[in-house]
């Protein structure tokens, strides 16, 4: 089953005994608070990269300025070049003191996605991650029911881990 992030927005707030919405309301507080738990989930799952969020690639230099800007989605860029680094916008060279490049860079990308676009193991392990975090901040938090959604987080993590390393094909001889 695909989950959009109003589902799970609407788990974490039945985790605590709020009534679920139908809609993505802004203005609702409860609804603001599930939705920055999610985006942090999303965010903190992401940003370790995976098989379908990291890319290497190539980015050119704007030909006025000369300046590589950084994707706008990128959570993290890693540059072949270890003089090279990301800063801010954009690309900065370390041993020139400088964001003026005169040739391409090639780097890695670790990038964001809405919640929708994600893989559903991801999706999975971002949910139940962002329920139990929702629980925890915002109920007088059960121990018991606690170990459950942690048990429900490290069997998602297991799923996610497992399909990582299926798309990944880790080879000895590489």
């Given at each position: 089953?695909?989950?959009?992030?109003?589902?799970?927005?609407?788990?974490?707030?039945?985790s605590v005994g709020m009534r679920r919405l139908t809609a993505q309301d802004t203005l609702h507080p409860a609804y603001?608070?599930?939705?920055?738990?999610?985006?942090?989930?999303?965010l903190t799952t992401l940003k370790r990269g995976w098989w379908f969020n990291r890319y290497i690639t190539t980015l050119a230099p704007d030909v006025t300025t000369r300046q590589i800007v950084v994707?706008?989605?990128?959570?993290s860029v890693r540059c072949a070049d270890r003089n090279v680094v990301a800063s801010g916008r954009y690309l900065w060279n370390r041993k020139y003191?400088?964001?003026?490049?005169?040739?391409?860079?090639?780097?890695?990308?670790?990038?964001?996605?809405?919640?929708?676009?994600?893989p559903i193991l991801?999706?999975?392990?971002?949910?139940?991650?962002?329920?139990?975090?929702?629980?925890?901040t915002n109920a007088n938090a059960d121990p018991n029911t606690t170990r459950l959604m942690q048990m429900k987080v490290q069997d998602t993590w297991r799923d996610l881990y497992q399909e990582e390393i299926s798309q990944e094909r880790p080879n000895s001889l590489d």
């Open positions: 089953m695909f989950l959009t992030e109003l589902d799970v927005v609407n788990r974490c707030l039945a603001l608070g599930a939705e920055r738990t999610v985006t942090a989930a999303r994707p706008e989605y990128s959570i003191g400088t964001q003026t490049f005169y040739s391409p860079q090639k780097v890695e990308i670790v990038r964001d996605f809405d919640y929708e676009d994600i991801a999706a999975d392990y971002i949910a139940a991650l962002a329920v139990v975090e929702y629980y925890n």
